[in-house]
């Protein structure tokens, strides 16, 4: 039972007989093949921006910092959550693509930035050249703590933004997560919204090691490409890369499997907002929980094979904090299993 | 007829078994994983190197980028071939990865350097504050003008390297037909040679997306991991890199592939040289071939349909240089369609 | 009347004396030249470490920004307090020179960090593979806000960084003026208290454009070396450093200049102290105040041609906050009339 | 007796002088002070450039790597001669500045560049997604062989990067000498030639270490300010720059100085090129040559005091290839002294 990751579940079948399909004849490299522009024009359609330009790449840690460098000058600052993956997961790959940004960090609760504590600091940063300049800001949606934003608060955000002067990306690692959670459209959640560049996370929604970068400024496209070429990004089967997508996107199997996983979620936190010595940290609006528990029931779980990230709170003693991530392919069997453990201790 | 490159054909059906094989379960992610595990202990055994490190990659200028920069500091210089793939086709990736480390450049017959070439030049290299400091010898094999080196070349070449300080690097995009060229031994071609790290291409020899970096020193893998995720190449589902490579070392289909490849390389240099106007520019040593011919030749087989890179060439009018590279795939017929439209010019 | 900063202010007669007396003959550049060499014996002596190892730079931030770069990987953290000059005032130096290092920021009183504040944080700092690694503690006295660490403070900080196997910086821009305030020796006050390296500013003590690094440890020289030239910071005409700072060291003029610009400071802070209406926020142990006053007082002084940063507090309608710093040659009459100002509103 | 570089030599006393008269007051810092306004209003009517906006820094390196990365992207390729000092002598400086780019050499007689070379490099250099695209040429009069160009040659090399879409780039670390070579105007050698960025030295041509950037299209500006802060080579107490140049300036000193250093490069050229055995290995233009001698010849000049950087000739046993510099204040009881030693061998 597996609830360390969405990153640690297998693709479903749609996307193997893809590649199998991809596979057959010799086609041209680096994206100037059939499928890849089939995907192209999917996403133009599925986020209604005909004049977005679409580039894929194996990884989401390749798309964000791929996205803040064409967003980013080296003496720039990207503006994010204090626990945004790009600040804490990433080994710094935003500094390096952008050679040498400064992330800015903000609070706000539930990993959520409200448009004032924004506003606040793009106001009061100063800006004589002994500074780095505030360039980018970073959303993430669902949010490291596995919250969503409303499609209103995030144009209120990029309003801000775009009113200092920042650009303004979104990290979708869960995106797909994120629009079942809220019912928005792809469009209202990005670029009707305020976003100038999407990173569409596959990988962790389905796909083997697929993620879009979409850009609704196409100028932005030829930097963006000499980036990823220079970054080692650009695959030269570039098929394999489109197939996954294209089987993704094919019938809505993409909204299909991130419903499957936010509903595992929500039962999850069913479960386990009935049993007593459990605190859920965070609202849970998609797939991912942060529980509180006692220690020992942490341990039953381990002892029972439930694998999650987590460890001993320093706040709490006799406690621990965990994160648990429900995946396309959680099953309900799995989650009364793990729930049954917990309601043991 | 694609020989435009190896990396436009398909893959083999295992690989794809493979895929699917590994798509099974929750297992844990970025490498932890027994597939990657296995991996790990397949390619110590073929290349006779139980210390060795490997680290799996999607593409392989990220291989070879982040290759050169655990052994070249920023103030460092690369040497190499003046047409070597990092040199040429990188769009400047060894620069980013190291740090703004430079490429000195040799010069070659046939893109392969001699000893005494590089023995001169770096006993000439300044080496004061003022320069940058010799780090790296990068060498490639099959070299990019298809030429293969011997594993005593090799090993001239490095020793030379070793004396003067500096880390030896083998960019093996195509290190299996360079095996199947010289019938040496993966470890006689690579560290009983002199080589310290090497990039073995898996994607122009019937894989997807995957290159295995093979760090001989272990003590370098600290460091490569840290590079590899801040470039963004540690990919998190990491099990589908490790199951292309599993497939490819079963057997030993790479070696088969190889075979195959070469074969076709030379039965079409074969045909090509009995036909008259046709100079083949340097020795076919694997599956790469460069043809100088009429303009008309060329221009016939593009209309028939055969995919190659290729166009005027300017010290000589009325002609093309091109370059033909064969698959894994390239069937007999494919090749005598070729020469048959070439005989007819 | 100029209390903007103490880089406001000209140099005593001595440095003049001695640009001109090193300006006879034709001597060697890069720093090969005599005059280098006895600065380095001078300091060599001053910090009571014989195997130190000093390269002069024009600049504090340049000096701050190659002292971490030795110090810091690209994939490294350097952890500092929130107002830290490196962080606030450097244009993102720091990132720039490493290679695209984080800086990590540290709360504290008075720009002074806790060991145990520090200690709790590098003790819940991840250290996998997906975040950059803590490397440096960046430590500055006087600190941003005009406070000195003591030797015994400085000391417990290092010993934790160590303790955690980051290295140690101090940003010394103002180290003369901590010696003068806290009675330590500069052995003490550096490499005895466990700093690494240390950034010893002239520029703000009375030197044209000098600053002199200090590596304790001179294993680090030859990077530092290379990274100096390759920043450009390495001056030909070296000469014209080092006769800045030999005049600096001769008869401990650096410590006299200091002790001049803290007894300003403390005349300034005893007057400033004694005005109704006058809040010093921070403790003065130098040549440095940090005032809230009423805004017409702030302006009054503006009005009477006194010089300084400052501006409306946005937490407190009708006050400004601002820093006034005092120099060498800061006189006993200057204060006075900047004071008479004051009272008069 | 110093031939090693005209950075070995001091300044004139006008340079002293100027430095103790900006000595007076507290002025504000980072060149916000009048005398800096100053050089710029100079340097503008020098160069008949009245929108061209002038920035100050203490290192020839400096200001061609600052000027070489406002030019160039970090996957750009800066196409200069193979012996210039930016590919030769600044330690990787304009690799770091930029983030990575490349210098692409070309081959030319004497360290110049024929506009067909250039014509035909960048007529055949391929610009996909897998190459560094070319941005920038990158000129140095006097050359590294001490020859000039003239305005004619340069204007026509200029019109060739403008044609091909790069910027032009001129190191001017000697331009003074290269104007008393060449009897253009400043304008002339620049701007009318088509030089973008203009790197005038001050330092080899009698200052202490102060070097100019005129960018003559002043939108430039801002980004390079940022850059040179973030370098490390904003100065504070930026009035002492400024003076220097501003002495420099006045009555036309600095072609004065260049004068004279020109005079006695040709009184060595003219008494060298009639000793048997010495061979002038480039025209002497300015102040540089390049003699290669009997190696006894030039360990007699060492016995007898005479520095100048040279070693053994390689490629002719028994001899020796030497540079020789002049300075503004080398006598011609130096030049006769040292012929007088060549003619005793």
Chains 1, 2, 3, 4 share one sequence.
Not at 100 to 124: C, F, Q, Y
Not at 176 to 196: F, R
Not at 245 to 270: C, I, M, S, T, V
Request: net charge negative; hydrophobic share 45%.
């Amino acid at each position: 039972m597996g609830f360390a990751s969405d990153n640690g579940s297998g693709v479903p079948a749609a996307v193997l007989d893809a590649l199998a399909r991809a596979n057959d004849g010799a086609v041209p490299g680096y994206g100037d093949d059939a499928l890849s522009a089939r995907v192209t024009d999917r996403l133009r359609a599925v986020f209604e921006a005909p004049q977005a330009e679409v580039r894929l790449v194996p990884t989401g840690s390749a798309a964000n910092a791929l996205a803040l460098a064409v967003l980013t000058p080296p003496w720039g600052a990207v503006w994010c959550h204090r626990l945004a993956h790009v600040e804490v997961d990433e080994c710094g790959a935003p500094e390096f693509f952008t050679g040498g940004a400064k992330l800015s960090l903000l609070d706000g609760a539930h990993a959520r930035i409200d448009p004032e504590t924004l506003d606040r600091a793009l106001s009061r940063a100063p800006r004589s050249v002994h500074q780095v300049q505030p360039a980018t800001l970073s959303l993430t949606t669902l949010t490291e703590c596995g919250t969503a934003y409303s499609a209103e608060h995030l144009a209120a955000l990029a309003g801000v933004a775009h009113r200092h002067g920042l650009g303004v990306h979104l990290d979708g690692a869960r995106f797909a997560n994120a629009l079942v959670a809220t019912g928005a459209t792809p469009a209202e959640l990005s670029w009707k919204a305020g976003v100038d560049v999407l990173c569409l996370g596959g990988t962790k929604n389905g796909l083997m090691a697929a993620e879009a970068v979409i850009l609704f400024d196409p100028a932005r496209a030829a930097e963006f490409d000499l980036r990823r070429k220079r970054g080692g990004h650009l695959l030269s089967k570039h098929r394999y890369l489109a197939a996954q997508f294209d089987a993704w996107l094919e019938g809505d199997l993409w909204l299909d499997l991130a419903a499957r996983a936010n509903r595992a979620g929500a039962r999850l936190a069913q479960g386990l907002g009935a049993i007593d010595g459990v605190e859920l940290r965070h609202p849970v609006d998609g797939n991912m929980l942060f529980p509180r528990w006692p220690a020992e029931m942490a341990e039953g779980l381990r002892a029972g094979g439930v694998r999650f990230y987590g460890g001993p709170d320093p706040d709490a003693p006799g406690h621990e904090t965990a994160r648990l991530v429900a995946s396309w392919n959680t099953t309900d069997a799995e989650i009364d299993a793990a729930l049954a453990i917990c309601r043991g201790h």
